[in-house]
């Protein structure tokens, strides 16, 4: 039976699934369900590039203080008879905290990590943690650290701690970074023009009348 007509006209479906297929489940706006991939940050112009770059294994480390941790892998060996195991992780433990910073005179709401936080404080500070300038701790400080590193850097209060200590050591006044970029451009033209020169000079030349001899020997033959 296909379907069933009323008196009135009206045919309604015979079975449940012919009833369903009646039904639209179209829905009007589109959706995925797969996740919506991590952009890389990225620094601006004005602020000096990151020695070490970001991090594109663990991109969620590039927006907080995750002091170099990354996400660990492993096995969950069962206490059971045949000893199995079973693929697992353990994510970094990350918070947002708010953090004071003396420089700045704000408070801050960070995401950190457990680990970062304890070397905050040991350090004293989240200004004397950012300004620390070993190798290893420039490196735990990622692409949001440096970035927080160079603003608390331009501040007077920094900026006048600088002055002492390079009046105590006896060392001259900086440049400022668009100096700086521009001597670097005057080196890099003028080693150009050297390489050039170096070129010029070291091609061989060809006598004019060697070339002429070469085409009328050519021409005979």
Not at 139 to 167: A, S
Request: aromatic content about 10%; cysteine-free; overall charge positive.
């Amino acid at each position: 039976m296909a379907g069933l007509t009323t008196n009135m006209g009206l045919s309604f479906p015979s079975s449940v699934t012919a009833a369903f297929r009646s039904l639209s489940l179209t829905s009007k706006r589109s959706f995925s369900t797969t996740l919506s991939t991590q952009k890389t940050k990225q620094l601006p112009d004005y602020i000096p590039p990151y020695p070490y770059g970001p991090n594109y294994i663990y991109k969620q480390s590039n927006s907080g203080l995750y002091g170099g941790a990354m996400i660990q892998f492993g096995n969950k060996i069962s206490q059971g008879r045949n000893h199995g195991r079973t693929r697992r992780s353990w994510k970094p433990n990350v918070r947002r905290k708010k953090i004071h910073s003396e420089a700045l005179g704000e408070d801050l709401f960070i995401k950190v990590t457990r680990r970062a936080l304890r070397t905050i404080y040991k350090s004293g500070g989240l200004d004397n943690y950012l300004l620390d300038d070993r190798p290893g701790r420039i490196r735990e400080l990622g692409v949001f650290g440096w970035q927080l590193r160079w603003k608390i850097m331009q501040t007077p209060k920094i900026q006048e701690q600088f002055r002492e200590q390079r009046k105590k050591l006896g060392l001259p006044e900086p440049p400022s970074f668009e100096e700086w970029v521009k001597q670097k451009e005057q080196e890099i033209n003028q080693a150009i023009e050297q390489d050039r020169n170096i070129t010029q000079e070291t091609k061989p030349t060809i006598p004019t009348n060697q070339s002429t001899s070469s085409v009328s020997e050519e021409s005979r033959v």
